[in-house]
């Protein structure tokens, strides 16, 4: 499963990608406009710092304007990934951008039957909001689940991209549940690294390699 950062702010992908794990970086609206920057040029930054897929989405909701947008966005770098909302609007334009061979990530989907949908639109990905679905007292991984099984069985190509995850514990069921791709926020990569024994540990060999350093020395 490879894991991509979900955010705007060029110090947090650069902070992510020195660990040599990051695969990739998701924007939306909402993460770029906190950022207060022009968009195409915080695009070009992004896609320049990070070797993976690029999502950066569009904010029109009638199909030429989407495609309008997509095609100015994918000109900036050629691992930007055209983000369109599963809206019938949408899935023209994935379906078009497809034809044309610019890459899509479908969002906001919130069922099995809507990602079924973005796979026969020809989406690169398809991204299934977890964290949302909890939210209004379902579950998000067993819609996760459900989605990868379809996907298996029909031979679907699109990637299973699972998105507003809250914590280590989501990443890691998502990885069970075979999702490709999991985006995080930069404090839920922080979260998987630390524990509370792996801090222990770290100081317990310390303290014993300065106690061995002193018995040398005498």
Not at 180 to 189: C, M, N
């Amino acid at each position: 499963m490879k894991l991509f950062l979900d955010t705007a702010n060029l110090d947090e992908i650069t902070e992510i990608n020195r660990w040599g794990v990051l695969d990739g970086v998701t924007t939306n609206p909402t993460l770029a406009g906190k950022e207060g920057k022009d968009f195409a040029a915080m695009i070009k930054d992004i896609c320049a710092e990070v070797d993976g897929d690029v999502s950066a989405e569009v904010v029109s909701t009638d199909t030429d304007g989407m495609l309008e947008e997509a095609n100015k966005l994918a000109a900036i770098a050629d691992n930007v990934v055209i983000k369109l909302p599963l809206i019938p609007a949408g899935l023209a334009a994935c379906s078009q951008l497809s034809r044309d061979g610019i890459r899509t990530n479908v969002t906001l989907c919130f069922s099995a039957p809507q990602a079924i949908l973005a796979a026969r639109a020809g989406a690169t990905y398809v991204s299934p909001f977890l964290g949302r679905v909890d939210d209004i007292a379902n579950d998000g991984i067993a819609l996760l689940s459900e989605i990868c099984e379809i996907f298996r069985v029909q031979g679907y190509a699109t990637e299973v991209l699972a998105a507003s995850l809250r914590g280590p514990q989501h990443v890691a069921q998502a990885a069970v549940a075979g999702a490709d791709v999991a985006t995080l926020p930069t404090k839920v990569f922080h979260q998987m690294v630390s524990h509370p024994l792996t801090d222990a540990g770290l100081e317990r060999f310390l303290a014993d390699w300065d106690a061995y350093q002193q018995q040398l020395r005498g």
